[in-house]
C-alpha cells in the first residue's frame, strides 16, 4: 500500500488543470480534421516523462494517432487508456473566445474542454504520476491519443483497431459522462428522403404535383412508423425514436416546387429484437407501399447507417475497479449512465464501439465533464472534475495493473 501512496500523492492536480488548458488553446477542429497541433503537443509531453515505446500510426496524412506504452515488469496485462485529440467546430455566438483558454468560476472555458481535453489532460496526469513516483506496475499501461473520433472514428480508433494494433484486457474511455458508467451504445440510421413533384407556376397548380403535401403524408407515415417502433423496449435504455428533423422545399412563393427533401434520425437501442437492417427495411417497405396507394408519390430513399447498436456484460473487472476508484475520491461509487435518463450515452460510432466490438477489449465511457455541454456554445468543465479524474484513472490503473 506504500506504493499505492506514493502513487496517489504524485498525482499532479495543477499539472492537469494546467494541461487541459493549453490543449484547450489549440484549435484541432474535426471537419476538416487539424489534430496535428494537438498530436505534437501530446508528442512533446510523453517525450519529456520518458517514454521510449511511443508509436505513430495515421490513415492519412498530418492526422497522426499515438501509442504510448508503460511497461509493466511482468507485463501479464494491459489497461487501456483512450483519448481523442479532435473537437467539433466552434461555431458563433461564444460569448468567451473559443480557444482562449480562460479560467474564470473554477471553470476552463472554451472548445473542447468537456469533449474531451479535460479527459485528455487527466490521461496524461496519469502518466506523469507514474513517472514522478517513479513506479514501473506489474502489467501494462497503454495509452491512445487518436483523430477523427467527432467523425466516427474510422481514422482514429478504428483505424488503430482494423490493424491489430490494440492488445488490451480492459479499456477506458475517457469522454465526459459526469463521471458515470456506460458500456453500450445505440444504432443511429439517417434518413434522406426526397419527395420528387411537377413544377409549376401557382397559376397552374391544378396541373402541378406539389410535393410539400405528399411530404406531409410520408411525415405521417414516419409518425406512425414511430408509435410502432416505441412499443420495442430495451428495459435499461428504452425505446427507438424516429424523427423527422429536417424538411426542405420551395424556392419562390409564387412557384410549385419540382421537389422537397425530409431528413430523419432512427436511434435503435441494442437488445430489443430488431436489428439495423431490418429496421431499415421496415421503414423503406412501408414508404413503398404509400407510393402503391398513391400513384403520384414519388420517394427517393437514401439510409445511411452511421452507427450499429451494441452491449457489453455490465459486471466487467473494468466497471467494477472504476467504481471502486471513484467511491475512495468522491465518496461514492460511479453510478449508471442509463440509471436516471432512461437512454444510452449519446454517442455514434463511438471509440468504445471499435474498442469491444472489433478488439472484444471490455471498454467504459467514463470521464470529467457534463456531457450536456459537448458541442454546446461557451462550453466547459469544472477544473475540479480534471483533477478528480486524474486521480480517478490513476488509482483505477494501479488497482488493475498492480504498481
Same mark, same amino acid.
Given at each position: 500500500m506504500r506504493a499505492l501512496g506514493e502513487l496517489l500523492k504524485a498525482v499532479d492536480g495543477e499539472y492537469a488543470i494546467k494541461t487541459a488548458q493549453e490543449l484547450v488553446r489549440i484549435p484541432s477542429e474535426n471537419p476538416p480534421g487539424r489534430e496535428k497541433d494537438v498530436t505534437e503537443y501530446i508528442l512533446r509531453e510523453l517525450k519529456r516523462l520518458k517514454f521510449d515505446d511511443i508509436k505513430i500510426s495515421e490513415a492519412e496524412p498530418d492526422r497522426p494517432n499515438i501509442i504510448a506504452k508503460l511497461h509493466g515488469r511482468l507485463g501479464t496485462r494491459t489497461l487501456l487508456l483512450n483519448g481523442h485529440m479532435d473537437v467539433v467546430p466552434a461555431g458563433s455566438g461564444w460569448t468567451v473566445p473559443p480557444y482562449g483558454g480562460v479560467i474564470r468560476d473554477g471553470r476552463l472555458w472554451g472548445r473542447g474542454a468537456c469533449d474531451m481535453k479535460g479527459g485528455l489532460a487527466a490521461i496524461l496526469a496519469v502518466a506523469k504520476a507514474y513517472r514522478d513516483a517513479a513506479l514501473q506496475p506489474e502489467g501494462n499501461i497503454l495509452f491512445t491519443f487518436v483523430v477523427d473520433e467527432e467523425m466516427g472514428g474510422k481514422k482514429g480508433t478504428g483505424f488503430l483497431a482494423d490493424r491489430g494494433l490494440l492488445k488490451a484486457d480492459m479499456a477506458i474511455v475517457a469522454e465526459p459522462s459526469n463521471f458515470r458508467l456506460s458500456v453500450s451504445e445505440g444504432g443511429v440510421v439517417w434518413i434522406k428522403l426526397i419527395i420528387h413533384g411537377k413544377q409549376a407556376h401557382t397559376i397552374n397548380a391544378k396541373a402541378a404535383i406539389n410535393p410539400i403535401e405528399k411530404a406531409s403524408k410520408v411525415i405521417q407515415e414516419l409518425q406512425r412508423l414511430n408509435e410502432k417502433l416505441q412499443k420495442l423496449r430495451h428495459p435499461k435504455f428504452g425505446s427507438p425514436v424516429l424523427s423527422v428533423n429536417v424538411i426542405r422545399g420551395g424556392d419562390k412563393i409564387n412557384i410549385v416546387p419540382a421537389q422537397c427533401v425530409l431528413q430523419a434520425d432512427l436511434r435503435l437501442p441494442p437488445g430489443i429484437g430488431i436489428s439495423v437492417k431490418e429496421a431499415q427495411a421496415y421503414i423503406e417497405q412501408s414508404l413503398k407501399e404509400l407510393t402503391i396507394q398513391d400513384s403520384l408519390l414519388r420517394v427517393e430513399m437514401e439510409f445511411s447507417v452511421v452507427a450499429y447498436p451494441f452491449e457489453q456484460p455490465e459486471d466487467t473487472q473494468i466497471v467494477e475497479l472504476l467504481k471502486s476508484a471513484t467511491k475512495a475520491v468522491l465518496g461514492h461509487e460511479a *453510478? +449508471? +449512465?442509463?440509471?436516471? %435518463?432512461?437512454?444510452? $450515452? &449519446?454517442? *455514434?460510432?463511438?471509440? @468504445?464501439?471499435? $474498442? +469491444? %466490438?472489433?478488439?472484444?477489449? &471490455?471498454? @467504459?465511457?467514463?470521464g470529467p465533464g457534463e456531457v450536456e455541454l459537448a458541442h454546446a456554445v461557451d462550453e466547459s468543465i469544472r477544473i475540479e472534475e480534471i483533477v478528480q479524474a486524474a486521480k480517478i484513472f490513476t488509482l483505477t490503473a494501479f488497482m488493475a495493473v498492480g504498481g
Open positions: *453510478e +449508471w +449512465w442509463h440509471r436516471d %435518463t432512461g437512454a444510452i $450515452l &449519446p454517442k *455514434e460510432d463511438s471509440d @468504445v464501439f471499435h $474498442l +469491444w %466490438t472489433k478488439c472484444r477489449i &471490455p471498454s @467504459v465511457y467514463f
